[in-house]
């Protein structure tokens, strides 16, 4: 293009970029880090296979209560638990569970864990980042929390939801415990944040009673922290009845009141806590006998906090809170008595213990104010792309972009016997099944609905005399066909590198035929001829019944 | 503190005793359902009584009862008896039954030896365990462990209570007096679905509860008469107690007393009359020419029924104990589930032969199975053997 003659070129002005939005969007590229951690614990969660088997078991249930729009009275699975008090504790995380895998599979229902996973490591790590003030110590914390849960958990466990739940108690209760911090924490006009406390906790809790019987763990860290203001008041008022009417001891105590009345929230009311106590005590009783080992991963885990704990307690300046101190308690007990407590305690000691070090750090910094990190929409704009990285490469993304993933259920539990529930399926027993429980809830979720078994990994459904026919049973101990038969029990599938005597005795084909066989599995049924059938061919009764030459003793009542 | 904080502390404390009260009712009537659930079901004194339902005397006549019958007296007179025979043979005769033979007890002396603890550590010596222990709650009985105890759970208890003993009757233990009523107690609150042989617990069910009120099993598990109807049928037909004919004979006292007391619900009685009528047509099929049945009674093998197996001393057993029970089970059967009449007859007849033929010595050994069969001749000419007994004294 040519200017006209004598025009003078003119410079190009071109208006800045400036952006709309509010520079609160605006990330540090260390939040970036941040971010992108959380993307990738996302990533992990969601690729890595389910393998505790009592999902597969809990999406069964699920299933039943979709299907039925009811609660089960007995376990759908177990037919020989008919009779036996039964109560759907997570019948919510159940339906939940059932629903993602009507909606897409087992890679539905790891998507869902995925993200129940994700909430509560974010829930976690602000907890954490309220009491500790840095960053930085709220993802260690939550590394070390993440530490303790895998030491007894697997992926997929059903206490994932519980775990959730604790976390956002936690980050409710560092909100409170942060009002209470505050100079006018006791004056009569309750701050507005509180006034969203109440009902946050109450639906926490209604829908935790829900979701997992271990609502218990949040009423106890809520009585710990109740107990531990009222103590920390006392000591100040010099008085219990003064401490009563403080607003904050009776704000933490009522607080406990309200968490345990919402757990009424349930479709058992009340029974849902007896049945939780009486689960409890029969956990407690279960690992009495072997207790924590301290040469096992969490009994070292256990010791270490012990040391760490000593280190922080004796090198901090900031005073132990009568709180802090319950809670170390009350969750160190547990965790002597069952080493099921391990991932509540490792949770609950970073909780306790992170203001603390967060403290040491600041003491040992000096009086010196960190520096504002830059802040920058680039940033912002990375976090975003790593989010959705993540999503694409997640299988969560598979609905939405439509990508075809090779291999059926990944979800799945690894070691599952896909080539057993194709024959069980194929070829429907019309016994029972007896199968290592591991399967059986594999199979619960593979199988029709009609297929009873046994028994499944919630043992302790079923009565006292099943549990210990079956170890006969797996132990090859005389009489152990016979007992099968008592059960009804016309196929066997047996987990030929863990029951190998059993995998050698059934080999008689007089008495058991093979139906399936691999590397880790064998299906027998039990080889029973058909008996023919035959219709009654006419009656008699009626020749026999005139010409009665006695009439029937009558026997009445007999003293002698 | 100020008077708004006053109010305040009020309001606390007052919402701290209506929390407290309200666990204490909650927690009081929880304890009163959970001892509701725990209670015992209501019991009647008298066990009910099935009599039989039919007379034939093709099946065994006049003559031919009075010869068996008086081939099984219960000659158990002596040291150590054991409390097989003595259970079998108060059932089938009865706690009133006198005999002339002097080795014959009488029904009084079987009923001594087997609930009254001095009469038992007589016969059996000091040392010897006794067979009623007072458990933790009711009285239980020894059971499979030698010749001093009973054979099957709840044997004993299903004897007294066909024999017509209430359960007032006196029994006395080690430990003092008791009565049936504390043997049916620890029976109901330690009975199993899942145990070994519940068919002897699941008779006396039937013969004493007055209604299908539920109850908890020590196991935690809610019993009803379904759920044991459904346990009884759920074993293979020829797994359980003398190969599985005991299971027929319960399943069919339950069918009757259900017509008094209402035990069962409508689809599980459908379904115990479809069982017993298929158990029927397989023993109408595998029914050998001679009359009798062997193991394979639940037609499952291959081999034409009419084939004659060799009778030896070893397959009489058997034979004996199964025809002898099925005619007792058929005896008290309604007429949807009775067989055509020439099966019994053949069955009625090859018994009669049978017994008659047999030592003494073998009728001794036999004695418990005996008294099977001489108990189902009985019943099939309309009554008990105490009262042909009785009328039939020449025998006696």
């Known amino acids: ?560 | 503190m100020n008077r708004t904080g006053s109010y305040r502390a009020l309001i606390f404390l007052a919402i701290q005793i209506v929390l407290l009260a309200g666990l204490a009712a909650v927690g009081r009537g929880k304890s009163r359902e959970t001892a509701a659930r725990w209670s015992l079901p209501p019991v009647s004194n008298a066990p009910l009584e099935i009599p039989p339902l039919y007379n034939d005397p093709r099946v065994v006549d006049d003559a031919q009862l009075a010869a068996v019958l008086a081939k099984l007296p219960p000659r158990l007179r002596g040291p150590e008896p054991r409390i097989y025979n003595l259970d079998h043979a108060l059932r089938f005769w009865g706690p009133e039954a006198r005999f002339r033979d002097p080795q014959a007890l009488s029904g009084g002396e079987i009923a001594d030896l087997l609930l009254d603890h001095a009469a038992f550590a007589k016969a059996w010596g000091p040392k010897t365990k006794p067979l009623l222990m007072p458990g933790v709650e009711g009285l239980e009985v020894r059971v499979k462990d030698g010749f001093a105890s009973s054979s099957h759970v709840d044997h004993v208890l299903s004897t007294v209570a066909e024999a017509g003993l209430s359960l007032d009757y006196p029994v006395a233990t080690p430990r003092g007096r008791a009565t049936v009523a504390d043997m049916l107690k620890h029976s109901l609150r330690h009975f199993s679905l899942n145990q070994y042989e519940p068919e002897f617990s699941a008779l006396v069910y039937a013969l004493h509860l007055r209604s299908n009120r539920p109850w908890v099993s020590a196991e935690g598990q809610q019993i009803t008469f379904d759920r044991i109807a459904e346990r009884l049928m759920r074993d293979p037909l020829t797994d359980g107690v003398c190969y599985g004919t005991h299971r027929l004979y319960d399943l069919t006292v339950l069918l009757r007393a259900d017509e008094k007391r209402h035990l069962l619900s409508p689809e599980c009685r459908t379904r115990i009359v479809g069982y017993l009528q298929n158990a029927t047509a397989r023993l109408v099929a595998s029914q050998r020419r001679a009359g009798y049945w062997d193991k394979t009674w639940d037609n499952s093998t291959t081999s034409a029924p009419a084939d004659e197996a060799a009778t030896t001393a070893d397959s009489l057993s058997p034979q004996l104990v199964i025809t002898g029970h099925v005619l007792e089970w058929w005896a008290l059967s309604p007429q949807e589930i009775a067989p055509p009449c020439d099966t019994v007859i053949r069955a009625g007849q090859w018994l009669v032969r049978t017994v008659g033929d047999m030592e003494p010595k073998q009728v001794e050994e036999g004695y418990a199975y005996l008294s099977h069969v001489g108990r189902a001749l009985a019943l099939w000419r309309g009554n008990y053997p105490a009262w042909f007994l009785k009328h039939l004294p020449a025998q006696n």
Request: overall charge positive; charged content about 15%.
């Open chain 1, 1 to 560: 293009m040519s200017l006209p003659i004598g025009a003078e070129r003119q410079p190009c002005v071109t208006p800045a970029l400036m952006p709309v939005l509010s520079t609160r969007w605006a990330l540090a590229w260390r939040h970036m880090g941040v971010v992108a951690g959380f993307c990738g614990l996302f990533l992990l969660f969601d690729l890595l296979p389910l393998d505790d088997s009592r999902v597969w078991l809990n999406v069964r249930h699920g299933r039943y209560i979709v299907e039925h729009h009811a609660l089960p009275v007995a376990d759908p699975v177990q037919p020989l638990a008919e009779g036996m008090p039964f109560v759907a504790t997570g019948w919510l995380a159940q339906v939940a569970l059932a629903l993602a895998d009507a909606a897409g599979g087992p890679q539905q229902v790891a998507n869902l864990l995925a993200a129940f996973g994700l909430l509560g490591a974010l829930l976690l790590a602000r907890a954490f980042y309220l009491r500790s003030g840095r960053l930085s110590l709220a993802l260690a914390g939550l590394a070390i929390a993440l530490l303790a849960a895998c030491s007894t958990l697997s992926p997929g466990c059903p206490e994932l939801t519980g775990i959730t739940c604790f976390a956002t108690l936690l980050w409710l209760a560092a909100k409170v415990q942060r009002l209470d911090a505050e100079p006018d924490c006791d004056t009569d006009r309750p701050s507005r944040t509180m006034w969203l406390v109440w009902p946050a906790v109450a639906v926490l809790f209604a829908t935790w009673a829900n979701l997992h019987n271990s609502f218990f763990v949040g009423i106890a860290l809520l009585a710990c922290l109740a107990i531990g203001r009222l103590v920390e008041v006392s000591v100040a008022e010099r008085s219990v009845v003064r401490a009563l009417g403080n607003r904050s001891a009776q704000r933490w105590i009522l607080l406990a009141e309200g968490a345990l009345l919402a757990t009424l929230v349930n479709p058992y009311g009340v029974n849902l806590w007896l049945d939780g106590l009486g689960m409890q005590w029969q956990e407690l009783l279960a690992s009495s006998g072997d207790g924590l080992s301290v040469s096992s991963f969490p009994g070292m885990m256990f010791l270490l906090s012990l040391a760490a704990l000593a280190v922080v307690f004796r090198y901090s300046r900031r005073r132990v809170q009568p709180a802090e101190v319950a809670i170390l308690a009350a969750f160190g007990a547990a965790v002597v008595v069952t080493g099921h407590a391990v991932p509540w305690y490792g949770i609950a000691f970073v909780f306790a213990i992170s203001p603390h070090v967060g403290h040491m750090l600041e003491a040992r910094r000096g009086h010196a104010t960190p520096s504002e990190p830059h802040r920058s929409f680039a940033a912002s704009l990375a976090c975003l792309l790593a989010i959705w990285c993540a999503f694409a490469f997640s299988p969560a993304s598979q609905s939405l972009l439509g990508r075809e993933r090779s291999g059926s259920n990944p979800g799945l539990y690894r070691a599952f016997p896909w080539g057993v529930a194709e024959y069980l399926r194929a070829h429907p027993p019309q016994g029972l099944v007896f199968a290592p429980t591991r399967w059986t809830n594999g199979f619960a979720w593979a199988c029709p609905a009609e297929m009873g078994f046994v028994m499944t990994s919630d043992a302790d459904h079923v009565p006292r005399r099943v549990r210990i026919d079956c170890d006969s049973v797996v132990r090859v101990r005389p009489g152990w066909e016979q007992l099968l038969r008592k059960y009804n029990v016309d196929t066997l599938v047996i987990d030929k590198q863990r029951h190998p005597d059993l995998a050698a005795t059934v080999r008689r084909p007089e008495r058991w035929n093979i139906g399936y066989e691999d590397d880790a599995a064998l299906v027998v049924r039990a080889a029973r001829a058909a008996p023919q059938v035959c219709p009654i061919q006419g009656g008699c009764c009626d020749e026999h019944r005139p010409g009665s030459t006695s009439a029937p003793v009558r026997r009445g009542r007999t003293s002698l």
